[in-house]
């Protein structure tokens, strides 16, 4: 049976139109379908020739990997060999084709007919952008994503990490026990243990720029009812460069990036958000000028009309050189803030005052609610809970949706004995090692607030609600089929708001705590959005109040080889728990231009002495003396983008 059964075009036109007998008896044409990798299925036999899928990959995309061949009868849409696609956007084949030549592998794996799945309004959580989708769930699964068009966000199509990221939900290896000192115990003994900890008054806590709103403010809430110290950063680089993006004026729409006629990409944004490469193009298209600034290989080098290819520290520079040549008409500036320091965002902001009206900057990052977690603890509050750990205030940290090791694992270990709890629906470096663990429910399995990169505040509807198939017979065998008489049975697992509110409830504190939490609430959302409705915007006053902060202190460079983040398009910490792209992602390695070294490995060093040797691979399209690393090996050498580094060349 043809998976695009119940929603084919041509299937829906055959039978309006009263051709639902076929009478066609010569020989039928037949192919030989491809291998596309894990999220793409092909079957050519089903193809009408319509040329939508090369329209979509080429033309708006921008992808060189697939294309058109042969001629006549014999025409064949694919690649020139079987592999997987390469585009971030390749998943959209799947809504494109209106039959079913390209369908998704990955809904494949735990297909439903279309109109069993039951759908609702989801919010992407992979990036900055926030993505509005459809999660089809059934039986207590989460089966696909599809894209749910906002006209000022994603008209028409998501990336694959929004489409298919969602599969971190059922990743093997996520937490679904409480647990004490790594073993398996109630939840109830957990949560008792944990109010107990609190109760002595040496807690910090930790919320998270992936986690929604309210969450954190649960989180928070409880923080101050305890007046113990929070920040919703670990780093305090991360927390200056979350104050700068907050401080900005209110940045433009995504679907806005072709109105202007000026455009300067700084860093590597189709990366962090693929997405945004849709916009660029069909500026491109209406003659926007489009200059890069940029130290990795970009989509876009062909198109713009100009691209520098620089080491991280002189981005800034260029940014004021282009900057002090463009000021008669509106531009805008792109940004990737996971390339770039709060410097660069700090004095850019100050500057805005001075531009063409129209004007503006769209900074993108990989957390879908930085402004969510951080409007109280934005400011040095990174630094005051590093100190109170560090110092005899606080010996324990209570952490919600984010591994503080996997932030910055030199401090860590230079401060091995803070007991570490964590709240968090994904298995992270620290989890089997944390002193205590409660698993809560997954984004999607939770009604949910979320701040995008324009200050849009989203609504998220509970996709579903998780069951267990439940084993009657032989458990050895694993999941007995329902049809035979399996069993479904509701896993609940907590919301956030729900662990926070059980902690409150054992510590006496509960009518404190939602007196706070109501007051932050009703500060914050003057209206709230519901699931569905296009969102509302930060208030004005509440970003002018990180205006009034001084500059980020400047970071020390190097004029020898500084290093930036290499990242692959499904990277993201939950969406790279999703197996079928954690499968894409290139293999572990250090990056650098052609020609620049024969060796074939590197070796980098912390300030602490702890080092790492990785394979050397040379990456066209790079600028001289940078060195690209994976997010995991910047945090284990406790370096930040741009840092400058002494490597030790290997054979
Ligand atoms: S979109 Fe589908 S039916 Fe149309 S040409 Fe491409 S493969 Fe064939
Ligand atoms: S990852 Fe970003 S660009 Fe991709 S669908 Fe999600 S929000 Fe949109």
Redesign the pocket.
Known sequence: MCDEGGQCHLQNMTVASGHAYREYEAEKRRYQSQELGPLIRQEMNR????????RFYQDLAGGEDFGVFGSRDRVF?GRLQDGPLESPLAGNLAE????G??TDKVYHQDYLRPWDLEESTGICPHCSLGCNTRPGAARGRLRRVRQRPHAEINPYFLCDRGRYGFRYVAAENRPRQAQAGGRSQDFDGVLDRLAARLAEGRTAFLGSPREDLDSNLALFALARVLDAPFAAFFEPWEEAKAREILALPRPPAPASIPGYEEILVIGAVERVAPTLPLFLREAQRRGAAISLLRCLPSAFATLAVEDHLLPPADLLDAAWDWLGRRHHRPFLLLIDTESVGPELLHLLRREIGTWPDGSGILPVYRQANLPGASFYAVDGHASRLRAALAGNDCDHLLALGQDPQEMDLPWWRRHGDIDLSLIDHRHSLSWDGAWLTLPCAALSERPGLYYNGEGRLQAAAAAYTPAREERRWRPELGPFPLAAGGALREEVLPSPMALCRALAERLELSERWQERLRFYRDFLLRAAPRPGDPGVFLPEELRARFRLHSAPPPRATDQGWSVCRFSHYGEEELADSARELHSLAPARAAWIAPGQQDARHIRLRAADGTSRTLPLRALPGMAAEVLAIPRAELVFLGLRPGDGVEPEWLD
């Open positions: 193809c009408i020739t319509c040329y939508r899928c090369v849409f494109v084709c209106p039959t030549v390209f």
